[in-house]
């Protein structure tokens, strides 16, 4: 169960998104159609991911954020800006993604890095649910390396699919196309950390 806090930190959160998104499109001088046609999504989705209808899918915010020239995490903004950040247990911001086209979402995130445009480094706790997962392949800038806490996780990274158990770990180029989904029967816990290699300088 949500905290009462994690659910007020996940509601800021996606309230940030859509205002994030707009500010970040009309400082780009970017229409809705223009962006819709550098992300390949349309008009209408971006107009109720701005206005705060819904959170999409992994793959369609990786790519807005990169046709806007910024960082998935800069999409995003926790409340602490001093230079050490904790979370307890139940305390860590959460982000539902996706729907599943179901109820449940398609993964959940528990942010472990204070988001930030200027951050070199990206991390969450993904919470999968059974047959949820990244729902479609994307790549990125930077490099990716994570660590499989419970459940099962399946993992393609450019084609190639990767079976992990609880304990498994992976890393890989954040350039080729990747995507994940949990394969078990019960929920499947993953530390996952980015690396914003054009941000290394």
């Not at 806090?5 to 509601?11: F, R």
């Not at 999409?75 to 449940?104: C, H, M, Q, W």
């Not at 499989?148 to 079976?163: A, I, N, Q």
């Amino acid at each position: 169960m949500l905290t009462a806090t994690a659910k007020s930190d996940t509601a800021d959160s996606i309230e940030q998104l859509g205002s994030r998104v707009r500010y970040a499109r009309k400082r780009n001088g970017l229409t809705l159609k223009e962006l819709g046609d550098k992300v390949g999504c349309s008009e209408s989705l971006l107009s109720k991911i701005e206005r705060n209808n819904i959170v999409p899918s992994l793959p369609v915010l990786w790519r807005i954020a990169e046709a806007l020239g910024t960082t998935f995490g800069a999409l995003f903004s926790d409340k602490s800006l001093e230079p050490v950040t904790t979370y307890n247990e139940g305390e860590r911001p959460l982000l539902s993604i996706g729907t599943g086209g179901g109820k449940a979402p398609d993964v959940v995130l528990e942010r472990m890095v204070p988001s930030s445009e200027n951050r070199t480094i990206d991390a969450n706790l993904h919470v999968i649910p059974p047959g949820g997962g990244s729902s479609g392949a994307y790549s990125h800038s930077g490099e990716e390396v994570g660590y499989v806490v419970s459940g099962y996780l399946e993992l393609t990274v450019d084609g190639r699919v990767h079976l992990l158990g609880r304990g498994g770990s992976f890393f890989f180029n954040s350039s080729l196309p990747h995507s994940y989904r949990n394969v078990g029967s019960s929920e499947a816990r993953v530390v996952w950390m980015n690396s914003h290699k054009s941000r290394l300088r």
